[in-house]
């Protein structure tokens, strides 16, 4: 049996690990921290990089508990003196002559390791294995990581190909929290999707992740809705994008919508919008309009006081089911899970 951590966006620990439950079978979980879940499973780690939602996964070498070694160094020297933990990451490599790094990271940080502390474990690491140190180009990680808990771990990082924040256009969403905005919609092949602030597509792209019956996406600037259609048109993704106004959606029909999962303009790059609680009211007013019966928004804001305040004092035809206080690119926001009473 394998042990496994995922690490994921702060304060949705609680989600992803409901995420990891339904995208695979036989999972025990035996430690979850804010943004980390540990877990085993029989499960090959080919299979396990293929969860979605998460940042990271790593197959762990080895773990410790907080007291059983004291620093980053104290982990790396274990590495160093413990034959066992370079020989099961041997056995994980098999005879494949990957490029590999080794990374440290200190409560959430990634840190440097002093260099004859490095080199000394990657000499360890390539004795009698086919792996090369490539430190710029690695297409395979070993970390150690000190996490502020106080737990420590030694693993393979099983994500290497994950999106960097440079292959995202600008306000687009990471792939991970857009999962868990869709997975939050709970969704099904017979869904109506709306995204009415569509921007770079990040959420509409996510959602064809899943099955659904039909996709719809816009946004106010021609130049997005241009790049959208291409990019839906070049991955042959059945998603119908047009230009429009999510304060006024003239062209969706009463009652038409399953589901609006959105991430609606937070107003500090924006300033066009105006008064944002008016913005906000009003935005609400038009999701009950397009919405069937006991339809679903999903919603990620920057603007939580704003939101909060409406649900509680203005927006009665929302009831709310889940919350989630998450952390965006270090900004504080939150996921709403709102049913149309
Ligand atoms: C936070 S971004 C959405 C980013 C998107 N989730 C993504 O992953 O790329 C908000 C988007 O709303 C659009 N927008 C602002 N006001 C709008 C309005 N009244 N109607 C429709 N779109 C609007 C902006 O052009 C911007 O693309």
Known sequence: MNTYISTCVS??????KEIISASVSDVRFVLDLDGLIMYRSNLDPSIIKQIRGVNNSFLVVRSFKPGEVAAIEDLVNKGIRDFSIVKEIHEYYGKKRSRVRVMASVGNKTVALARPLLEKFESK???RSELKIDRRLAETEVWFVVRNEGMKFIGIRLTMSRVDEKDLQPGQLRPEIAHILCFLSH???DDIVLDPFAGAGGLIFERTNFKYKEILALD???ELVDKLTLKAKKQNKKIRVFRGDA???IEIENSSIDKIITDPPWGMFDTSLGDLKAFYEQMFVEFDRVLKQNGLVVLLSGQ???VDE??????DRFKLIRRYDILVSGKKSAI???SKR
Do not use: D, F, M
Not at 11 to 16: K, L
């Open 336 to 338: 709403y899970v709102l």
């Open 310 to 315: 409406l649900l509680r004092l203005k927006v």
């Open 187 to 189: 969704p099904n092949v």
């Open 220 to 222: 106010n600037k021609q």
């Open 125 to 127: 690491l390539i004795q």
């Open 11 to 16: 304060g949705a620990t609680e989600v992803v």
């Open 247 to 249: 304060l006024h959606l």
């Open 304 to 306: 939580k006081e704003v």
